[in-house]
Every structure is written in structure tokens, then in C-alpha cells.
T-cell receptor, first 111, second 115 residues
């Protein structure tokens, strides 16, 4: 089966840097996505890595190592509005090009 | 504005009742998906559809049914066979090829509770 593991909770201080890790075991792995979800809201796409290395989008960066089946999301200059749940999702080629989501990491940013 | 509309926002189901959750998109996306989210959990795929008049079971399809008669619409019926339906239901769509990344765009969700 497919599985993605993330820490359940992370707390960080406003203005700091935080890293959210994701390890995966999947078949037909294509790439790793990250989504943000505020309480009661819709998940929104943040980033996607198909190749090894770092992808940077503003304050957010995402990293992938296919050989280690590992990725992370890096959030810099944390703001209070970054408090949310963050999900990694593996894109797999199973004929339907679906996403398998991790259980999510709840990030709390404190003053 | 383009987007995905889910309705209702809150829904209550009585014992033995079937209920239908609506999902409409005006993004001209071919692929649509239904997910279930339980508290503190990730998203689990219920059904997906890559094209009109075709749909496939996801990981937890038992007790659910769908239809895809129009490109814009992908309603989900929670049947009485689903014994634990209380959850947050999310509908999503993705453009052809997913922009190479399978980016999925989500609706605001329907929160279903059992009376």
C-alpha cells in the first residue's frame, strides 16, 4: 500500500524557520506535493517536486530526495497566518494519476 | 469567478437515509475527485472521475456512490450502507495533465453529521 508519514504537530515562533518532514512508501511514485489547510477550510496547493533538490516559492521551499523517499517543506519568516495544517501528498502513476495524502502536520506559530 | 462550489456547507443525516452532496466546477477541468477527511487525519479518496460518464472507486468507496453526467458536476451520495458517515467531505478537480503536477483545486467542503 501507499503510506506517508509526517509529524503530527510542530510549534514555532513568529519570524523563525520551520521544517516539516515527510517520508513515503509508495509504488509508481511520480512526485511530492504540499498543501496547506486552515481550520475548516479547503486545502490549497503550495509546491511540487518531481526531481531531487530544492524548489523555492517565496517564503516556502520544498525539498525531495527520491533515493531516501523523503521530502520536506521549509517555511521561513514565519507569520501568524501560517498556523495551519500542512499535508504532503505523493503523486503516483496508477493509471489515474492520483494523489495519496499524508495525515498532516499541524503548525502553530506563537508570538 | 472560476472555482469549485460545494453545497450544502453543513448536512445532517438521519439513520437509514441517503444524502447527496453537490460539487460543481466552472474551471473546465476534466478530472474530479471526492475525499473524506476525519478529524486530525489526512484526505482519503472515495471516488474519482477522469471524464464525463466514467468514474472509478478510490480507497474507501464502500457506502458511497457518484455520477458524472456533466463535466461540471460530480455529486456524491452517502448511502445508508455507510455506517460511519460523520466527516468533512472535500471535492476537488484538476486540469488536463494536472499542469504536469496534478495540482488539485478544492471546494470549501461539506461537513456531514449523523442525527
Amino acid at each position: 500500500g501507499q503510506s506517508l508519514e509526517q509529524p503530527s504537530e510542530v510549534t514555532a515562533v513568529e519570524g523563525a524557520i520551520v521544517q516539516i518532514n515527510c517520508t513515503y512508501q509508495t509504488s509508481g511514485f511520480y512526485g511530492l506535493s504540499w498543501y496547506q489547510q486552515h481550520d475548516g477550510g479547503a486545502p490549497t496547493f503550495l509546491s511540487y517536486n518531481a526531481l531531487d533538490g530544492l524548489e523555492e516559492t517565496g517564503r516556502f521551499s520544498s525539498f525531495l530526495s527520491r533515493s531516501d523517499s523523503y521530502g520536506y517543506l521549509l517555511l521561513q519568516e514565519l507569520q501568524m497566518k501560517d498556523s495551519a495544517s500542512y499535508f504532503c501528498a505523493a503523486r503516483v502513476q496508477t493509471g489515474a494519476n492520483n494523489l495519496f495524502f499524508g495525515t498532516g502536520t499541524r503548525l502553530t506559530v506563537i508570538p | 469567478d472560476g472555482g469549485i462550489t460545494q453545497s450544502p456547507k453543513y448536512l445532517f443525516r438521519k439513520e437509514g437515509q441517503n444524502v447527496t452532496l453537490s460539487c460543481e466546477q466552472n474551471l473546465n477541468h476534466d478530472a474530479m475527485y471526492w475525499y473524506r477527511q476525519d478529524p486530525g487525519q489526512g484526505l482519503r479518496l472515495i471516488y474519482y472521475s477522469q471524464i464525463v460518464n466514467d468514474f472509478q472507486k478510490g480507497d474507501i468507496a464502500e457506502g458511497y456512490s457518484v455520477s458524472r453526467e456533466k463535466k461540471e458536476s460530480f455529486p456524491l451520495t452517502v448511502t445508508s450502507a455507510q455506517k460511519n458517515p460523520t466527516a468533512f467531505y472535500l471535492c476537488a478537480s484538476s486540469p488536463p495533465g494536472g499542469e504536469g503536477k496534478n495540482i488539485q483545486y478544492f471546494g470549501a467542503g461539506t461537513r456531514l453529521s449523523v442525527l
